[in-house]
């Protein structure tokens, strides 16, 4: 079955600079991409996703890049500001989602912004 | 209450209790999951409800049995749990059929078994 791994488990940088967490996954039939982004005391909310039919997507200073051949696909995020602070999940799954509902995640990144 | 609610949000229990964790959303969602979340763990699917029927079930104990009366509720009733089920469980919503595949998340439960 499909398998995500995601580094680093843990991301400090200084305010200001540009972060960049990476996932991969094995199986090739995987379509759909998401990141999510939780905060403290809340749960994961969808920043940006992306489909293997495009090979970059932007969002303000948020970008996701997928690599298609290589199977990984990565978040950047510039300019880091205090609220990027949090813990980010990447998954992988197959369009259109069937009775499954599966979206199998990574592990995890903690970005850790320092003033 | 916008979103999706979660309560209570902390909960200890011992081995031998029984207690229910509730979910609500407030979204006009027809697919709802709960799904437990350890620490520098992946998150794990353990169930999914759509139009109100179980449509996945990932080989989770039977101590756990979810409960879906309707499409904006969804229970999960805990009874002799083992320690290793302390974790954040989280309920999610989406709209089946939706381009987006966005699935909204509550807080959480912070679960402990003594």
């Known amino acids: 079955g499909e398998n995500v791994e995601q580094h680093p488990s843990t991301l400090s940088v200084q305010e200001g600079d540009s972060a960049v967490i990476k996932c991969t996954y094995s199986?090739?039939?995987?379509?759909?991409f998401p990141w999510y982004k939780q905060e403290l005391g809340k749960g994961p909310q969808l920043i940006i996703d992306?489909?293997?039919n495009v090979g970059e997507k932007k969002d303000q200073r948020i970008a996701v890049t997928l690599n298609k051949t290589a199977k990984h696909f990565s978040l950047h995020i510039t300019e880091t500001q205090p609220e990027d602070s949090a813990v980010y999940f990447c998954?992988?799954?197959?369009?259109?989602?069937?009775?499954?509902?599966?979206?199998?995640w990574g592990a995890g990144t903690k970005l850790i912004i320092k003033p | 209450e916008t979103g999706v609610t979660q309560t209570p949000r902390h909960l200890v229990m011992g081995m031998t209790n029984k207690k229910s964790l509730k979910c609500e959303q407030h979204?006009?969602?027809?697919?709802m999951y709960w799904y437990k979340q350890s620490a520098k763990k992946p998150l794990e699917l353990m169930f999914v409800?759509?139009?109100?029927?179980?449509?996945e079930n990932n080989s989770v104990p039977s101590r756990f049995s979810p409960e879906c009366p309707n499409s904006s509720h969804l229970f999960l009733h805990l009874h002799t749990l083992q320690p290793e089920d302390s974790a954040l469980y989280l309920c999610?919503?989406?709209?089946?059929?939706?381009?987006?595949?966005?699935?909204?998340f509550g807080p959480g439960t912070r679960l402990t078994v003594t």
């Open positions: 998954a992988a799954s197959i369009l259109p989602l069937d009775s499954n509902y599966q979206l199998i």
């Open positions: 199986d090739s039939a995987s379509n759909y």
């Open positions: 999610a919503s989406s709209q089946e059929n939706d381009l987006s595949y966005e699935q909204y």
């Open positions: 979204l006009g969602h027809n697919a």
């Open positions: 992306i489909r293997s």
């Open positions: 409800y759509s139009l109100e029927e179980r449509v």
